[in-house]
């Protein structure tokens, strides 16, 4: 049975790889469009003396090919001195004839032309002074549109960034979306229009939307026939307590590993960081192989061969059915309906990420021959689930998996319970009857602290990383795509357990804990946003880095033992 079984997942194996053919020709990197922010270069354009333009112009020499347009509020075109703003009582005291509990302005007609029918609101005309009911000051108040207009006749990118309102008129007349504008990455925490009036706001928008890493917006889906566009940014209070070459790495990495389009950039308060950052990233880019210029939405079409995954993950249900010593068939079949009930749509890529990691330790302990098992099967999963896993959404991280912390905690819990023997009553037994050492109690809270520090470390914002592991993930990234530190210490532990002579109880502690790192594996394709050819490339670099230190740590063992006992 197992050999028909393991024949399926090989026949399932070949359409499931050429179902990828159309991810990995959308994931080809670049070009990516150096963004800078409008109004961060403005503050340094005042401090100077110059336009807007003439500082982008600047910092165009340095790779910069795109400016970003945050919508303006009323009261920034008070500040500027382009609006006059007063309370209908101090223009009723100069002796007009103001409503006292209104507010007016007064400054360019342009500007007084738009805002007049940009709100559900109530106006005034009282000569030149525009009156509302309600104090507009924080109202979303359009942009510059001479500026906009200057930056397209440049040859930059333009995105502009529209503000969500309630009041706020969704007029094709008003320029929400000037005709200029390349992109629109939606300001603030929802798209516009949400969430009553998303129809509208679609109406207004004919160009790609950026999905901003980190920060989800509600309502952004409704666009996506006009595409989608991933971006990354930092934070401004984030980024200032990074140093410029910290910044650009993590831009360039971004854009390498994790398939952003639009890297938003904010100046540093010395121009001279802004340039060592803008240099790094052009340095990183280029290294890569990633061109600027003007980004494309990314399309993804899956391919119907996608479906004979389902052949080799059912394929590989039935592995471990036959495999785990107690009621296999049973557990099989409750994980299978455990998959299709919680996970719906990515029922198949739940399950090729639960049951694939735990092939591999079906089988003899045949030293490291076990080791190429395990990261054979794994990878064979990792082909299944991302057949299974990659569509559009998925990919551009509207719909992220579903599961992520499943991968890290079943797995490696099925490889425990593979260890149990079939007569279960006498193991159990002997477990409970078994002196407690205090050796084998610390072994076995090591385990568990190492079970959920795995567990608490997943993500990209995991709080428990210390500053020494940081420095070497930045080496690391410097040198190869770099692999995760939970595959890396995992492939480790392979040549560790099983070539040294351990009592069988540490053995298998050993491996119940090497599970986790080939659990990884699967978590890591998991990550449908990252391009295919990195996830491959990490985990044979966490591999190839994991055995070596773990045959190196087979002779220091080996080393220590004999002086130990001489």
């Known amino acids: 049975m197992n050999r028909w079984l393991n024949l399926l997942i090989l026949l399932s194996l070949l359409p499931s790889l ?42 165009r020499a340095l790779g910069v090919n795109g400016i970003a347009f945050p919508e303006r509020f009323v009261k920034d075109w008070v500040a500027d001195g382009v609006l006059l703003y007063r309370q209908g009582r101090e223009l009723a005291e100069m002796g007009l004839p103001a409503k006292p509990g209104w507010h007016y302005l007064k400054g360019e007609a342009w500007l007084l032309a738009l805002l007049e029918r940009a709100y559900a609101l109530p106006t005034e005309r ?21 500026e906009v207009r200057q ?52 109406a207004l928008v004919r160009v790609p939307v ?16 006009q595409g989608l566009l991933r971006l990354f940014s930092l934070r401004p209070e984030w980024q200032l ?61 899956p391919s ?11 394929a590989g249900l039935g592995l471990l059915a036959q495999g785990l010593p107690l009621y296999g068939p049973a557990v099989a079949f409750l994980l299978l309906l455990f998959a299709l009930g919680y996970a719906g749509s990515q029922a198949g890529a739940l399950l090729a990420a639960l049951v694939f990691p735990v092939l591999g330790f079906l089988g003899p302990r045949e030293g490291l021959r076990m080791w190429l098992r395990a990261l054979g099967y794994a990878l064979v999963g990792a082909v299944f689930l ?27 819990l099925l490889v425990a319970y593979s260890f149990l023997d079939r007569n279960y009553r006498e193991t159990l037994t002997r477990l409970f009857q078994h002196p407690l050492r205090l050796g084998e109690v610390a ?22 990383v210390p500053e020494a592991e940081l420095k070497l993930r930045s080496l690391l990234q410097d040198l190869m795509v770099r692999p995760r530190f939970k595959e890396v210490f995992g492939h480790a532990l392979f040549p560790l357990a099983l070539l040294l002579p351990w009592p069988r109880w540490v053995q298998n502690g050993l491996l119940f804990l090497a599970a986790l790192g080939v659990a990884s594996i699967l978590n890591t394709f998991s990550h449908f946003h990252t391009p295919l050819a990195i996830s491959f490339f990490r985990v044979v670099n966490g591999a190839l880095l994991g055995v070596l230190l773990g045959l190196a740590g087979v002779i220091l063992v080996r080393r220590l033992r004999a002086w130990w006992w001489g």
């Open 386 to 412: 991302s057949a299974l896993g990659s569509t559009r959404e998925a990919m551009l991280g509207l719909t992220p998996f579903k599961g992520v912390s499943l991968t890290l905690l079943v797995p490696p």
């Open 443 to 464: 072994l076995a809270f090591l385990a568990l602290g190492l079970l959920a520090l795995a567990l608490l470390r997943r993500g990209n914002d995991a709080p428990l």
């Open 18 to 59: 050429l179902a990828l053919s159309p991810r990995l020709r959308a994931e080809r990197p670049g070009p990516v469009a150096l963004v800078v922010d409008a109004e961060a270069l403005r503050e340094e354009a005042k401090a100077e003396g110059r336009n807007l333009l003439e500082v982008l112009a600047a910092y």
């Open 241 to 301: 307590t990074l140093k410029p070459e910290e910044a650009a790495d993590k831009y360039v990495l971004a854009a390498r590993e994790r398939g952003h389009q639009l890297l938003y950039l904010r100046p540093y308060p010395y121009p001279e960081d802004t340039a060592r950052m803008l240099r790094r990233i052009q340095e990183g880019l280029s290294t890569s192989g990633i061109p600027t210029g003007a980004p494309r939405p990314r399309d993804l079409a």
């Open 304 to 314: 119907p061969l996608r479906h004979a995954a389902w052949i080799g993950v059912l």
């Open 126 to 146: 009282l000569g030149p002074w525009l009156g509302f009911p309600v104090d507009v000051q924080t109202f979303p108040a359009f942009y510059p549109l001479e």
């Open 151 to 202: 930056a397209k006749e440049a040859g930059y990118y333009v995105v502009v960034r529209p503000i969500n309102q309630r009041l706020r008129r969704l007029d094709p007349g008003l320029p929400l979306v000037p005709k200029e504008a390349d992109a629109v990455v939606f300001a603030g925490l929802e798209a516009l229009g949400y969430p009553y009036r998303l129809e509208e706001a679609k």
């Open 210 to 225: 950026a999905l901003i890493e980190g920060t989800p917006q509600p309502g952004l889906q409704a666009f996506r026939e």
